[in-house]
Each structure stands twice: as structure tokens, then as C-alpha cells.
């Protein structure tokens, strides 16, 4: 297997990406082993997302993701991909309810996390808490267009700017949020226009999650594409079935146990008489 461990990936990288127009994976992840093989195969941005809170913990909704999980998945990521980009999520009111609580716990993610940058959903009335995180030296990803954590406000997942007031909103949130200091701006579920538009106005990178192609990266659930999830929305169509192969490999060690084909066992016992004293 081919590996292509990168240089160190930090915010000026993924700038320049953008600026040279050079399109840049990025996928999920909630540990370190998967996180080392996300990096060796050259995965620049790595989201631990708050939809661990599905993948990991099987719970319904990402609202259930809790802050010190995810401060510890953070961690645990970016021990994994030292030299990745790593973005923590900020789960559901963690940052909503106070800037001041907000700052703290983003400042967490960078200092308990290690992370390079944190993941908010906002939109445009949230300018002065990405422009109080920018002032503190939180670099900031501005999650706009459909967001997850609304859901049971907008009666389950939804797409957004599908008409043209609903897109010109969201543009001008990108606008708004840019201006107060986000380094970085993830649209998700929205018509491809829409995050053209986004991209022709503002100088930061653009990651789309179902977003259309004119992003300069796309991010989607690393499980989606490995075919391991029962569902995966129509823009991370799997491009693996591990759970196959998972499934395989779990069937045939089940048979090697029913066989008690395990191979030479490794431990022998230790003569007394030539044991060191």
C-alpha cells in the first residue's frame, strides 16, 4: 500500500491550496489509528466531528456529543496525525449560550485538543463571538448552509439556500463571518450555486459537504465512504465496502476459535533451575 505522509499541513497550507486552486480532501475521524492511516495516505484536514456522537456512540442526533468526548476524540486524532490539520467541533452549547463560555471551551480545543482550529455552526448574528475567538487567537471554521445541530428546530435534516433570498442569506453570512475573522468557511447541503457564489467573494478556503464542486475542499463522514454506515447521503456514496471485509474477517477468526486453530501458542513456562537469580 502506498503511503504519502505530508509535511506539516497548517492554516497557510491549506490557504495556498485554495489560491493555487488545488482541490483538498478532508474526512472525519475519532481515533488515532484510524487518524495515522488517514494521514499516511495524505489526508490533509482531519474534522473529529461532533457527529461522533452517531459513529461512535450510536446515539440519534449530534446534539448528543459531549464537550469532554470530544475534547478527548480531539486529542486523540491529533496524536494519531501530528503532522494533519486537525479541526475540532464544538459541540451543541458549548458555545451558544455565553461568548465568554464559548471562548473557553474553543480555547480547550486548541490547548487540551491540540487542535489547529475549531468548528462552529453559525451563522451571520454569530459575528461577534467568531470576531471575540479570532481577537483570543482561536483559528476559526465558520460551518454555514445546513446545519446539523438545528435539526429539531427545522423538523430533521435539511438542505438550505434553495431559494434565491434563502442563498442570498447565506452568502452574506459568509460575508459577515469572513469579515469578523473566520479562517475558514464549511457550507454544507446547499445548491451548488450557492457555494460558487461563496467562492468567487471570499479570500479564505472553502470546504463543501454536499456543496457543489466549486469548493476548494470536500469533507464528508469517513465511515460513509468506507460502506460502513446502514445510510449515507447522496454526496458520500461509498467508495469501499469494508464492512464486508470486516465482516469476513470476523466470521473467519469465529471459525479458527470453533477450530481451536490458533496457531503455536507464544508463552512457555521458564525453567527454574536456568532462571536468572
Same mark, same amino acid.
Given at each position: 500500500m502506498?503511503?504519502?505522509?505530508?509535511?506539516?499541513?497548517?492554516?497557510?497550507?491549506?490557504?495556498?491550496f +485554495?489560491?493555487?486552486?488545488?482541490r483538498? +480532501? *478532508?474526512?472525519?475521524?475519532?481515533?488515532?489509528?484510524? =487518524?495515522? /492511516?488517514?494521514?499516511?495516505?495524505?489526508?490533509?484536514?482531519?474534522?473529529?466531528?461532533?457527529?461522533?456522537?452517531?459513529? #461512535?456512540?450510536?446515539?440519534?442526533?449530534?446534539?448528543?456529543?459531549?464537550?469532554?468526548?470530544?475534547?478527548?476524540?480531539? +486529542?486523540?486524532?491529533?496524536r494519531?496525525?501530528?503532522?494533519t490539520? #486537525?479541526?475540532? &467541533?464544538?459541540?451543541?452549547?458549548?458555545?451558544?449560550?455565553?461568548?465568554?463560555?464559548?471562548?473557553?471551551?474553543?480555547?480547550?480545543?486548541?490547548?487540551? $485538543?491540540? !487542535?489547529?482550529?475549531? @468548528?462552529v455552526?453559525?451563522? $451571520?448574528?454569530?459575528?461577534g463571538?467568531?470576531?471575540?475567538?479570532?481577537? !483570543?487567537?482561536?483559528?476559526?471554521?465558520?460551518h454555514? $448552509?445546513?446545519?446539523?445541530?438545528?435539526?429539531? /428546530?427545522? $423538523?430533521?435534516?435539511? =438542505?438550505?439556500?434553495?431559494?434565491?433570498?434563502?442563498?442570498?442569506?447565506?452568502v452574506?453570512?459568509?460575508?459577515?463571518?469572513? &469579515? !469578523?475573522? =473566520?479562517?475558514?468557511?464549511?457550507?454544507?447541503?446547499?445548491?451548488?450555486? #450557492? =457555494?460558487?457564489?461563496? #467562492?468567487?467573494?471570499v479570500?479564505?478556503?472553502?470546504?463543501?459537504?454536499?456543496?457543489?464542486?466549486?469548493? /476548494?475542499?470536500?469533507?464528508?463522514?469517513?465511515?460513509?465512504?468506507?460502506?460502513?454506515?446502514?445510510?449515507?447521503p447522496?454526496?458520500?456514496?461509498?467508495v469501499? &465496502?469494508? !464492512?464486508?471485509?470486516?465482516?469476513?474477517?470476523a466470521?473467519r477468526w @469465529?471459525s479458527?476459535?470453533?477450530? *481451536?486453530?490458533?496457531?503455536?501458542?507464544?508463552?512457555?513456562?521458564?525453567?527454574e533451575?536456568q532462571?536468572?537469580?
Amino acid at each position: 500500500m502506498a503511503t504519502n505522509a505530508p509535511k506539516s499541513i497548517t492554516l497557510r497550507t491549506l490557504q495556498q491550496f +485554495a489560491e493555487r486552486g488545488e482541490r483538498f +480532501a *478532508c474526512l472525519t475521524a475519532y481515533d488515532a489509528t484510524t =487518524a495515522r /492511516h488517514l494521514e499516511r495516505a495524505g489526508i490533509p484536514l482531519l474534522l473529529v466531528g461532533d457527529t461522533a456522537a452517531e459513529m #461512535v456512540l450510536g446515539l440519534q442526533g449530534t446534539i448528543h456529543a459531549p464537550l469532554d468526548f470530544l475534547l478527548t476524540l480531539t +486529542a486523540a486524532v491529533k496524536r494519531g496525525a501530528p503532522r494533519t490539520f #486537525v479541526m475540532g &467541533d464544538m459541540p451543541f452549547m458549548s458555545y451558544q449560550a455565553d461568548e465568554a463560555e464559548g471562548i473557553r471551551n474553543a480555547g480547550r480545543f486548541l490547548t487540551e $485538543g491540540t !487542535a489547529d482550529a475549531v @468548528k462552529v455552526e453559525v451563522d $451571520g448574528t454569530f459575528t461577534g463571538l467568531v470576531s471575540q475567538m479570532d481577537r !483570543a487567537g482561536i483559528p476559526v471554521c465558520a460551518h454555514i $448552509g445546513s446545519r446539523p445541530q438545528r435539526a429539531k /428546530h427545522e $423538523g430533521g435534516y435539511r =438542505a438550505a439556500g434553495r431559494t434565491p433570498d434563502a442563498a442570498t442569506r447565506i452568502v452574506e453570512d459568509a460575508l459577515r463571518l469572513e &469579515d !469578523a475573522g =473566520a479562517c475558514l468557511l464549511l457550507i454544507e447541503a446547499t445548491p451548488a450555486e #450557492v =457555494a460558487e457564489r461563496i #467562492v468567487q467573494r471570499v479570500g479564505v478556503p472553502v470546504i463543501g459537504c454536499g456543496a457543489g464542486p466549486a469548493c /476548494h475542499g470536500q469533507i464528508v463522514v469517513t465511515q460513509d465512504i468506507l460502506g460502513l454506515t446502514d445510510w449515507q447521503p447522496a454526496f458520500a456514496k461509498p467508495v469501499a &465496502d469494508v !464492512a464486508a471485509a470486516v465482516q469476513a474477517a470476523a466470521v473467519r477468526w @469465529k471459525s479458527k476459535v470453533a477450530a *481451536c486453530d490458533l496457531g503455536e501458542h507464544p508463552y512457555q513456562m521458564i525453567d527454574e533451575s536456568q532462571a536468572k537469580p
